[in-house]
C-alpha cells in the first residue's frame, strides 16, 4: 500500500511535467498550422509589435498599398482579438479575399457568413462549447450566429467579418495582421527587401516570410515559457524527493529487524544500501509509467474538454526525460534512508519489535 | 594462546555504555571450543551469554580481550571485517526465528546464499540436509504458512547453507512446545554427529543443554562452571 501510494505520488508531478510539455508544445503546433494554413508567403505585423504581441494594429488602407507592389498577388488584412486569454483567439477576415488566399474553409456543416453577425467556428471550438450552426452564441460582448463549423487549420478557431469585428473592437479602419501571397514564393526575400527600403513605410514594419515566422514560434520564444519549465521541473524534483525520503525512511523503520537478520547473514552496508536505491529507483521507475499513463489521461480530459483552448499533444521524446529526472529525484531522495539503513547496528536491529 | 580450539577466547571483557553508566556485561571470559564441538551454555538472564555470543557471532566488538575464531584475531578485525566473518564464518539461528517474512522458505535460503557470494541453488547434497530436516517440501511457504517448529527448521537450514564453520544458536528452543523443541535439538545434534558442524547453543532450558557435549555455565559475566 505504501509502495502504490509513492508510485502515485511520483506519477502525479511526472503527469504535471508531460502536460506541461505537451500542452506547450500542442499550443505551438496548432499556432504553425494555422498560420501555414493561411496560404500566405508573407506576414506583416504592426510598427512596434514583436512577433507575438498582441494589441497593436495598423491601417486596413495598408492592406490595398501591400496589393499594388510588384510580385503580389493577393493582400489582406486581420484583425485579432482574445476570446479566452491568450489561448483561444477569434480573427475578423475579408472572406473573399481570404478564401483566394488560404483556398477557403472546409466546411464540415453549415457556411459562410449570411450576415455581418455571423461567426463561423472551427470543429474543435465547436467540440469544447457544443456549438451547431444556427446557434446564438455570446462572445466580445456582441451576439453572433454560428453560420458554419470549418475543419481546423486555418489562421484561427474562430473567424467573423473583418468589418463587424473592427466595430465590436472599436478599431475601424485597422487591422492586426496583413498576408502576403506572392506570383511565386521564390520572390519572396526580394520583395520583403523592397519592403524594407520602401521609404512610404519607413522600415517600421515587422515583415517575416512565413516559413520563418512559424519556424520562429517555438518554446524558446515564448516569453517565460521555459522558465516555467523549469520551475514545474523543478517542483517534479522537489515532490518526488520528499515522497520517496519520506516512504523510504518509513521502509527502513517499518523493515529495521530484516535489516537487522540481513546483517547477520553478513550484508555489507553497500549491501544494504543497494537494496533500498534499487527499491527507491522500482517506486521511480513505477511512478513514472504511471505518470505517463495519467498523462493520457489527462490528454483525453483536456481534448475532450478544451481541444481549441489547450491543443494538447504527446510528446514522446519528454518520456526519457521525466524518467531520468524522477529516477534523479528517487535516487536522491533514498540515500538518507538507504545509509541510515546501513549504519543499523545488528544487534539493537535484531531486537525491534 | 593454542591454536586447537576453532573457538578461543582469553580474558574477554564487554563494557556498555547506557547513557553515562558503563554497564560491564563480560568481566574476563576465558573459553575454547573445538572445532566439531556442541557447546551449551546456559545461565540466568544478565549473566552475559547472549553478549557472549554476539561477540563470537561478529555482531559486536569486545572491549578488550583476544578472541579468535576460526583463526581470526575478532579485537582486530573492523565492522566490515566483522561483517565479512559473518558472512564466511558463522551461521546464527535465533530464538524468533528470524525469517524474512516476504520471502519463501526456498527464498530466505537463497538469499544467505547470495550474501555469502556463492551460487543461489544450493548443492544437491544440501537437499540431504532439507530431508533431515524435514522441510523439504515446505520450501515453496512463506513464513506466516509455516508452524513455529518448521520456521526454526528453515532457519537452521538458513544458517548451515553457505557451510559457515560455527553455527551459533541463541535460545532455539525458546519459543517452541517441546513435540518442537525435541525436533529442534535433534537436527543440531544430528547436524553436529553427521556433518561435524561446530554448534555454540545457548539455552535456558537444562534438558535442551543436554544435548551438547559439554555445558558452560555463566553469571555476572563470568563462566563459573564447565561440565
Redesign the interface.
Known amino acids: 500500500m505504501r509502495s502504490l501510494l509513492s508510485i502515485l505520488l511520483i506519477g502525479v508531478p511526472v503527469t504535471l511535467i508531460l502536460c506541461l510539455v505537451g500542452l506547450s508544445r500542442g499550443f505551438i503546433e496548432d499556432s504553425q498550422r494555422r498560420a501555414r494554413g493561411v496560404g500566405a508567403d508573407i506576414l506583416i505585423r504592426p510598427k512596434g509589435s514583436s512577433m507575438l504581441s498582441l494589441g497593436y494594429s495598423m491601417p486596413a488602407a495598408l492592406v490595398d498599398y501591400f496589393r499594388q507592389q510588384s510580385h503580389v498577388q493577393i493582400a489582406t488584412g486581420v484583425l485579432n482579438a482574445t476570446v479566452e486569454g491568450v489561448t483561444l483567439g477569434a480573427s475578423g477576415v475579408d472572406p473573399k479575399a481570404f478564401a483566394e488566399m488560404s483556398g477557403g474553409f472546409v466546411f464540415r456543416s453549415g457556411g459562410m457568413f449570411q450576415g455581418p453577425d455571423d461567426v463561423i467556428i472551427d470543429d474543435y471550438y465547436a467540440d469544447q462549447k457544443k456549438y451547431r450552426p444556427g446557434d446564438k452564441i455570446k462572445m466580445l460582448n456582441h451576439e453572433w450566429r454560428v453560420s458554419g463549423i470549418m475543419e481546423s487549420g486555418k489562421l484561427s478557431h474562430i473567424v467573423v467579418p473583418l468589418a463587424t469585428m473592427q466595430e465590436v473592437k472599436g478599431e475601424s479602419g485597422k487591422v492586426s495582421q496583413i498576408y502576403l501571397k506572392l506570383d511565386n514564393p521564390a520572390n519572396t526575400k526580394a520583395v520583403i527587401d523592397a519592403l524594407n527600403h520602401d521609404p512610404k513605410l519607413g522600415g517600421d514594419y515587422p515583415i517575416y516570410p512565413m516559413e520563418e515566422y512559424t519556424s520562429l514560434l517555438s518554446v524558446n520564444n515564448i516569453p517565460g515559457l521555459k522558465p516555467f519549465t523549469y520551475v514545474i521541473v523543478g517542483i517534479g524534483v522537489v515532490i518526488g524527493f520528499a515522497v520517496v525520503c519520506l516512504s523510504m525512511y518509513m521502509a527502513v523503520l517499518q523493515r529495521t529487524r530484516e535489516i537487522g537478520i540481513l546483517k547477520s547473514l553478513g550484508a555489507s552496508k553497500p549491501f544494504i544500501l543497494r537494496i533500498i536505491l534499487t527499491e527507491a529507483l522500482m517506486l521511480g521507475a513505477g511512478g513514472t509509467i504511471l505518470g505517463i499513463l495519467m498523462s493520457y489521461g489527462a490528454y483525453w480530459l483536456i481534448r475532450t474538454l478544451v481541444p481549441a483552448s489547450f491543443p494538447m499533444i504527446i510528446v514522446h521524446e519528454w518520456w526519457p526525460i521525466a524518467g531520468a529526472i524522477t529516477l534523479v529525484a528517487t535516487g536522491l531522495g533514498a540515500l538518507y534512508p538507504g545509509f541510515s539503513a546501513a549504519a543499523h547496528d545488528p544487534i539493537e536491529a535484531l531486537a525491534y519489535e | 594462546m593454542s591454536e586447537t580450539g576453532i573457538i578461543e577466547i582469553r580474558g574477554l571483557h564487554k563494557t556498555y555504555r547506557v547513557g553515562r553508566v558503563d554497564v560491564p556485561a563480560l568481566r574476563g571470559v576465558d573459553l575454547t571450543v573445538g572445532r566439531g564441538e556442541f557447546l551449551s551454555i546456559v545461565g540466568p538472564s544478565g549473566s552475559g551469554k547472549s553478549t557472549l555470543f554476539?561477540i563470537i557471532?561478529g555482531?559486536?566488538p569486545p572491549t578488550s580481550g583476544e578472541v579468535r575464531v576460526d583463526g581470526q584475531d575478532l579485537s582486530a578485525l573492523s565492522d566490515?571485517g566483522r561483517?565479512?566473518?559473518?558472512?564466511?564464518t558463522v551461521g546464527?539461528v535465533?530464538q524468533k526465528f528470524?525469517?524474512?517474512?516476504n520471502l519463501t522458505a526456498r527464498d530466505n535460503i537463497a538469499?544467505?546464499r547470495h550474501?555469502?557470494g556463492l551460487d543461489h541453488k544450493p548443492a544437491r547434497e544440501f537437499d540431504e540436509v532439507l530431508n533431515l530436516l524435514g522441510i523439504a517440501h515446505r520450501l515453496d511457504h512463506k513464513p506466516a504458512a509455516l508452524s513455529g517448529g518448521e520456521q526454526q527448521r528453515v532457519a537452521i537450514a538458513?544458517a548451515i547453507v553457505k557451510h559457515p564453520a560455527i553455527l551459533l544458536a541463541d535460545e532455539p528452543t525458546g519459543n517452541l512446545d517441546t513435540e518442537n523443541s525435541r525436533a529442534v535439538l535433534e537436527v543440531l545434534r544430528d547436524l553436529n554427529q553427521r556433518l561435524g558442524q561446530t554448534i555454540l547453543m545457548i539455552t535456558h532450558n537444562p534438558e535442551a543443554a543436554e544435548y551438547g557435549h559439554s555445558t558452560v555455565h555463566m553469571r555476572d559475566g563470568r563462566i563459573v562452571e564447565r561440565r
Open positions: 554476539h557471532g555482531l559486536t566490515a561483517t565479512l566473518m559473518r558472512k564466511r546464527f535465533f528470524n525469517l524474512l517474512p538469499v544467505a550474501i555469502a538458513r
